[in-house]
């Protein structure tokens, strides 16, 4: 089975920054992509931003410009670095593995930002 887990959340204030780390583990298909997900309490799962294996990413337009989405392949890891966090920003993020016939999610981890 696939492990994929998630760390790196936190309480910050707004216009503060958090990284958060994603680490795939467990399984002998290759990964195509790897993304960031979250989800405020009573609302829907929505997609933040993905990377593919060969570095193409992809944002939602509301944290475009002030999240950056990275990878190291050798280490199947997937970071997220958030500036200029603000309170909407606040959500549980869960990360996902692609492996093209299948996916796998993360764990979550909490992110809170104070106003």
């Known amino acids: 089975q696939a492990q994929v887990v998630g760390s790196g959340g936190g309480l910050v204030q707004a216009g503060g920054s958090l990284r958060l780390s994603c680490a795939a583990s467990g399984s002998s298909f290759r990964i195509t992509a790897m993304g960031w997900y979250r989800q405020a309490p009573g609302k829907q799962r929505d997609l933040v931003a993905t990377i593919t294996s060969d570095g193409s990413t992809n944002y939602a337009d509301s944290v475009k410009g002030r999240f950056t989405i990275s990878r190291d392949n050798a280490k199947n890891t997937v970071y997220l670095q958030m500036n200029s966090l603000k309170p909407e920003d606040t959500a549980v993020y869960y990360c996902?593995?692609?492996?093209?016939?299948?996916?796998?999610w993360g764990q979550g981890t909490q992110v809170t930002v104070s106003s």
């Open positions: 996902h593995t692609n492996y093209g016939s299948f996916g796998s």
